[in-house]
Every structure is written in C-alpha cells, then in structure tokens.
C-alpha cells in the first residue's frame, strides 16, 4: 500500500476549500458612525462593505455555500433568498462568522429590473441645472463612455485629463474638515517640499526650452537639447516663486498637478468676501463633472449597472412598441413642506430619490400634488405615485441618486393592466344610464289603479286599495 504524502495545514487547508479567497472589506461610510447624523439601525448602509455570496437550492439544503465548512440549515434555510455576508472565514472560536446578505443583494437585483443606465453627474451642479436637466429629460453622458472611463492612466497624461478622469491620488479639498486638512498637510504635504521645487525646476526648464525652440525656428537655428533641470539657478527658482504668488490660477493648477488633487470650482463672492484678504483672488471655472461635489469612491457606475444607455423599445404583446418604458411606483417617504423641502423624498426599487422637478403634474394642484404635501397614517400601504425612472449616479459618498419624471397615464394604465388590475384590452365602456326625472320617480312608485295619489306611496301600495274603494262607494265599514 502506497503511503499517503503528507502535505502542511495551509495545504490541506486549500486542498479542502472550494472558495479560495473574499475580498478584503472595504470601510463603512462615515455617516453611519457619526453620531450629528440621524440614523436607524434597520436601515441598509449606503454601500456594501462585504461580498455577498449565493449558492443553488440543492448545495443549500446540505449547507454547502463553498466554504471550508457546512453552514448550519436551521440559520440559512429560513430565508426564502439565498445569500450571506462572510464577515470572516475563520474566527478565533473556529467558526464562520456569517449574516444576511440580502438586503444588498436584492437591492442590486431591484435596481437592474429598471433597466436604467449609470451616468455622470451633469458639469454644473447648481440647482437650476439640475431642474433643468430633469425638468427636459436631456440625454446624459454615460459612465462607461471612453473619454471618461479611465482605470489605468499614464503618469504623464494624467494632467492633461483633469478634467475627465474620475480616479485621484490626491484628497477632495472641498470635502475635508479642518482637522483632516491640517493633518494631511502635516503628513503628506511638507515632507515633499524638496520634491515639489524640483518639480518647479524641471517646469521652468521646460518652459525656458520651449522659449529657446521657438526663438530659434524664427532665426533659423539648430533647435536646442532638451531641457535639463540642473541648469536652473536659484535666482530663478525665487523669481518664479514671486510670480506664482500673484497667479492663483497657475499656483492651483502646479499644486494640483503634483498631489493630484481632485478638481475643485472657484468660491462664490459670497464666501470670498467673507474672507477678509486684500488678495485678489481669480480662479477659473473646471469643467470637470466631479468638481461641485466631488468625485466618487468608486467607479462612476459602482458596478451596479453596465446599462450604457437607454435608448431601447419595449414590444408590448398587444400594443407593439411603446413609447416609453414601463413606470413604476414609489412611495413616498418623506412629505416636502413649504419653505423647508422643496421636493419630497420617495422610494425607488429600494433607494431614495427625490420627487420630480418643474411643472409636473406632481407640483401642481391635484391629489398626485397633496400625497406629496402631507402624510396620511390611515392609508393603507402608504401614499404612493407612479414615477419612470431615467437614468441614476453615483455621488461623492457612493450613494445611488436616480432620477424620476412623472408617468404618463397611458403609461400607468398599460402597467396596471400588466399587473391585473386594469382591463384596457378589447373592454367596450358602459354608459351610464340617464338619471330620471322627479316626475318618473314618483310615478314608479305609484300603483297601476284608476286612483293615483300625489304621494310617492299608496294604500293600494300598503294592501288596503279595498277599503278605501269601498269608502267611495259609500258602503258602510
């Protein structure tokens, strides 16, 4: 008999283990440990943190989700979804540490039933370019487009992409508390001030080059060598220093070339003024999609959605091709009020959304307007409004905003006929019958003898017609 080799633990381990590997978490959002915000511990986090596994329905009833170990039935067969958060594979008790997973997972399936794609937010954030885009419904670029779908970037080509690309080394400015910011100059700014001057010799170096070609194609010379730091004196570092100082734009445009800062707009006068500096300040505006809110964590699409864009038919079975997708219902959540929200918080294939802008029919007098305006506790379900959602971004906290406009009624009575509880197909209208006159109604009451009564009942009505046909005749009683 052949003797067994021997292998170690960890290869046996491995040997043994159909899932080789999860992804490390990634960290929470911050609002979920901050105790200035409102937060519910039911509520589902902005983002997954953990990776969230599946197996078929016949691994399930054995406990076999691929790991190293069964997990137990009672626990992972009472779920009608079969999907689990490993928090860790292996604890210091030997056991899976292990929870639900289907708050996200479904989450994610709800979110690609709308079929609607991931775009980038809009150049100008300000509200009115907001109402605007949502108000006209105007066509978004996509995330996945090629002059902005940028994962791995050339070192030199990155300055030049500034205003495209998504992905920095550097941190958001705008984002950062005055603590982080002082922290993060401590630790990564100042010990890279030797860097940074060698950064400004080898750009007046350049510039002096470019300066040197120029002037020897006028004059018909041999174009130089190309430019050597070295040959920079300090007198010039120092003058260039000077120069930078009374250039804001130039100064914020080398500073973020060398951290790689996230872009950022110009301050409004507002907050310049508040200031109180003699210092002419002029900065130009970026063109840049992230710089109003910054940009995201993640890719622009989160892997949410690989939709690139919407512009597909839906063939009905009876009505062929419509006109629009099929909408669907939102609850609403938060009611606006007057002065204080200006549109209402809604629920959306299980995110947050806000209610549509501009002159809708959810923003005029109506009862779609009024469940909007205030929240009935005696409605059964809640209040709820028909939306078509049109496209979604993800914003600098990697949460999923989407974008609504209010359904048609063509397009509501078509779903609700999908859903049952509509007949549109083939039902001929019933015509109400005309209401009769005070006379007629009367009339219907009255008995069908010689008397009639000008009241609506009779004593022939009520049986005793013979009694008083025999007063009449003056028979005795």
């Known amino acids: ?64 989700w691929g790991l190293k170990r069964p997990l137990p039935l009672k626990s992972t067969t009472k779920s009608s979804n079969a999907m689990l958060r490993v928090r860790q594979i292996d604890s210091i008790e030997q056991v899976t540490d292990y929870t639900s997973g289907a708050d996200h997972g479904l989450s994610l399936r709800k979110f690609q039933e709308l079929h609607i794609p991931v775009t980038v937010p809009p150049t100008t954030l300000d509200s009115y370019s907001i109402r605007a885009t949502s108000r006209m419904n105007l066509p978004q670029q996509s995330a996945f487009e090629e002059e902005g779908d940028f994962t791995d970037i050339d070192p030199e080509k990155a300055a030049a992409m500034q205003d495209k690309r998504w992905k920095f080394t550097g941190p958001w400015l705008a984002g950062m508390s005055q603590g982080a910011f002082n922290k993060w100059l401590a630790k990564n700014v100042k010990p890279r001030r030797p860097e940074f001057l060698q950064f400004l010799r080898t750009k007046i170096a350049q510039e002096n080059l470019e300066t040197a070609m120029l002037k020897a194609q006028e004059q018909g010379e041999t174009l130089p060598a190309t430019a050597d730091p070295s040959s920079v004196t300090d007198e010039q570092l120092t003058d260039y220093l000077r120069k930078l100082r009374n250039d804001n734009q130039q100064l914020y445009e080398l500073v973020g070339h060398f951290l790689d800062l996230a872009p950022l707009n110009p301050p409004t006068s507002d907050a310049l003024a508040q200031l109180n500096s003699t210092t002419h300040v002029t900065l130009t505006q970026s063109g840049s999609p992230y710089a109003d809110r910054g940009p995201p964590i993640t890719h622009p699409s989160a892997g949410i959605s690989y939709l690139k864009t919407s512009m597909y038919l839906d063939n009905h079975p009876l009505y062929g091709p419509q006109r629009a997708h099929a909408p669907m219902q939102a609850r609403v959540i938060n009611p606006r009020r007057s002065g204080i929200n200006v549109t209402a918080h809604i629920g959306v294939a299980g995110f947050v959304a806000d209610s549509p802008y501009g002159d809708t029919a959810s923003n005029s007098r109506g009862s779609m307007s009024r469940m909007l305006d205030r929240f009935d506790p005696e409605l059964k379900g809640g209040a709820k409004i028909w939306v078509q959602p049109n496209s979604a971004n993800v914003d600098a906290k990697g949460r999923i905003r989407i974008n609504v406009s209010d359904a048609k009624e063509e397009d509501r009575l078509v779903a609700l006929e999908l859903l049952g509880e509509e007949k549109i197909f083939g039902e001929k209208k019933k015509v109400e019958p005309r209401p009769s006159a005070a006379t007629e109604l009367r009339n219907s009451y009255r008995s069908s003898g010689t008397y009639r009564s000008t009241r609506m009942s009779s004593s022939t009505g009520y049986g005793i017609g013979s009694l008083e046909s025999r007063y009449r005749q003056g028979a005795p009683a």
């Open 1 to 64: 008999m052949a003797s067994v080799r021997s292998v170690s633990p960890g290869g046996a381990l491995l040997r043994s283990s159909r899932l080789f590997s999860l992804p490390r978490p990634i960290p929470p959002p911050p609002s979920a440990s901050s105790s200035t915000n409102r937060n519910s511990d039911t509520a589902t986090l902005g983002f997954p943190t953990h990776q969230v596994i599946t197996t078929t329905s016949s691994s399930r009833k054995r406990g076999d």
